[in-house]
């Protein structure tokens, strides 16, 4: 989980090593690491941006030439 850190603190993301995350910092650590920080209020969840999808390009009918038959 991508999470911001608000204070800087220590973690492990593995339980063997340990990590300082420093205040400011935008990181992605495990989701329970994540879920710690941020119960603590020590990070909070950095959120994706929603791309939408728009579809298929309008088609441009003004310069369109007729084919003749």
Known sequence: MK??????RQG??????VNTYN????VD???ELA???IRQRW???LTDP???????APENKKNRKKLKT
């Open 50 to 56: 929603v791309v939408k999808d728009a579809g298929k």
């Open 12 to 17: 492990s993301p593995d339980g063997i090593i």
């Open 35 to 37: 879920h710690v920080f």
């Open 43 to 45: 990070a909070h969840k």
């Open 3 to 8: 999470i911001k850190m608000l204070k800087t």
């Open 29 to 31: 650590v495990p989701d």
């Open 23 to 26: 205040s400011g910092e935008t």
